[in-house]
């Protein structure tokens, strides 16, 4: 069968077809195109003005100044009814300038723009140890952009970035845009190809480009989302009501329109910018797609266009960037290959859980990258061994408490494990203004207890955090470059972290567990009162953590290689390093337990004083909704007290009436079966806890 355009276009409009047949050609004959590209192509991912309108409006709501900033703004928009949505952001724009700073909405302009980044792990995102409020400086916003398979990009996107990376000279290595997002570098890397970002500042300089590296440059008209070595700031992105008089940034853009055929996409235009920059270029072929599916729009805005430029211009109607992108790289032979993006759902497969834990012959490894990938495999332990050979010494800081837990008891079976292997295990109490020195005796005791228990004798030693803090302070200062990098004294690490670093308060507060580390307005929102009360509870000595810990972690760092050290500690625990990575730069590793949901260490449901005790809580905790799900204290407590030590130690699998109780699907079924696993389990359990 003969292809007619109507069928080739798989649901193409015939704007869309038009389009398409027009960059065909131009691709075919070898002309050069430059790409013009506006907030029509990420639409789908970023808000457009009237999203960032609505950021805005949350900001305000949420600022405490008795709602000034609300009213100011509701003065903008009545003295703007029936005006446009680009109006209204001028309008708004000049608010915040006056009420707020004049960098404050760039704060806007970057949650805007993070609506299309979704980390699977806040915990590991570069933005875990950063304020939703805070402005983002130009390393924390290029490790988010690194972060790539964490950014949603719409179709279009995806497939433009794939013929930017495979055909980057029918491009001229170069697109030009009034975006202020990523997305577009992003779809680039996400190819296979280079980008670099080029934001125009106020003089239309976009800075040094580099040499003929193949890279694509992508210059961003109106401002870029985060901070470049050129632009640093204070403001981002250009003054809307300043752009159409900016005579420099409109030549700059005109000296940037290169190509034979210039391809305007997604752009109103509103500012002017383009309009005025090609009536400064050669006679050349405009081709400008329009959302609008009204051709005679598209002739009326032709004609408007050929007045205001000199320039023939031809205009397609109803073009959606999503369709044409992907039909364009279709034509060019091009591939784009489903986009995997974030982390895949955990699925528990119980028949290979029964094989890991009791198939006979399965050893816990002799070495120390095997048993931490067992960890990982077995026990949904997480190790994070970034640029860290295998640790040879480890770091375990454990707050001093009245009585320790079932987690103090759990880490500890696998640091004896790993001092078994001859790692090195430190266990730093942190007794800093403690008001439970008289139970540390006993507390240590149990610790000691617990690492003997897999550790069989292995060597370990004890630290109190406040006796190194207090013979840190009567010894001399060391001067060599690596003490200054890594300080041990609290004065020069807060100076260090408060003062250089600058992280947000909140972000500090759930770095020392005073608040729930949510990363996003709605989590926020949906847990104002939960923050408010654990705020209302929480020691204010808890601060002390970071400037605490952290000296005798760079002390550690500072007696051989920074690369063979390893933390232990619970999941929640990752932020206080994250904030450590953040302001010393790479260093330790990490070992986390699995989380606990709902329970911290002070619980009795974790510090039990009897096997009936715990029998209790198990039972109660049997009847309730969700007992069974992952994470949960009953689920936890059979993994993490009962199978792995087992395992660690080589010891048989568990049974009950002759039922292996050697996976969590076993455990269940023997319930459901009617067989007292509870009760084993809480025999089995306080055994270990209570000896």
Known sequence: MTTTPETEGGGLSAGELLLLERLTAALRDADQITLLVGSGLTASAIPRVHGVLEIAEGYAAGRNDDGALERALA??????????????????????????????????????????????????????????????ERGIGEGVENDRFSWQLPRGVQALGHLLARIPEAFDHRVLTTNFDPLLEIAIRDAGGRAVSLPLDSRGSFGHTGGSDGAVRVFHLHGFWRPTLHVRGPQLLHDPARLADNAPLVATTADLIRGDTVCVIGSSDWAGTIAAA?????????????????????????????????????CFPAVDSDRLFPALAERSQVPVPPRATGLQNRVRHHIWERQLVSQPGRLPPRDVAGLLLQLERRFGWVTQLSGTVQPIRMLWPV????????????????????????????????????????????????????????????????????????QSTRLPAVDSPEALLRPTDPWSVARTFYGDHNPSLYSLLAAVKAVPNLTSWDELEKNAWPILQSLLRTDAKNLLTPLTLWPYLNSMLLESATNDVM?????????????????????????????????????????????????????????????????????????????????????????????????????????????????????????????
Not at 96 to 104: E, K, L, R, Y
Not at 578 to 587: E, I, K, M, V
Not at 616 to 638: A, K, Q
């Open 75 to 136: 003065q903008a928009r009545a003295e703007l009814v029936g005006a446009r949505p680009i109006d209204v952001y001028r309008a708004y724009r000049r608010v915040f300038t006056d009420w707020v700073s004049g960098d404050a909405f760039d704060v806007i302009a970057q949650q805007a723009v993070l609506k299309a980044y979704a980390a699977p792990d806040p915990m590991e995102s570069p933005l875990a140890t950063h304020g939703l409020g805070q402005r983002l």
């Open 278 to 314: 090609l009536a400064r270029t050669r006679p050349m072929r405009v081709l400008w797609a329009l959302g609008d599916v009204d051709a005679a729009t598209a002739l009326d805005t032709a004609e408007r266009l050929h007045d205001r430029t000199g320039i023939a211009v031809e």
């Open 399 to 470: 707050r001093l408490r009245a009585r320790a837990s079932v987690i103090h008891m759990v880490q500890a079976f696998v640091a004896g494990a790993l001092a078994r292997l001859g790692v090195e295990v430190r266990v730093c109490v942190d007794d800093v203004g403690s008001r439970n020195h008289d139970a540390q005796v006993e507390f240590r005791a149990d610790l000691d207890r617990w690492i003997d228990h897999t550790g069989h004798g292995a060597v370990r030693d004890f630290v109190s955090l406040s006796e190194f803090l207090d």
């Open 567 to 691: 933390t232990l500690g619970g999941r929640d625990e990752a932020i206080l390093w994250a904030q450590w990575r953040q302001t010393f730069g790479l260093g330790p590793g990490h070992l986390y337990n699995p989380y606990i949901k709902s329970l911290r260490h002070d619980a009795h449901m974790l510090r039990w004083s009897s096997q009936e005790e715990l029998g209790r809580h198990l039972h109660r905790t049997r009847e309730l909704p969700g007992w069974d799900i992952e994470g949960s204290y009953i689920p936890w407590l059979f993994q993490n007290a009962l199978l792995l030590p087992g395992y660690l130690n080589n010891e048989p699998v568990p049974e009950t009436d002759d039922f292996p109780l050697d996976s969590w699907a076993a455990f269940v079924a023997a319930i459901e079966d009617g067989k007292p696993v509870l009760d084993d389990l809480a025999a089995r359990v306080t055994d270990l806890f209570l000896r």
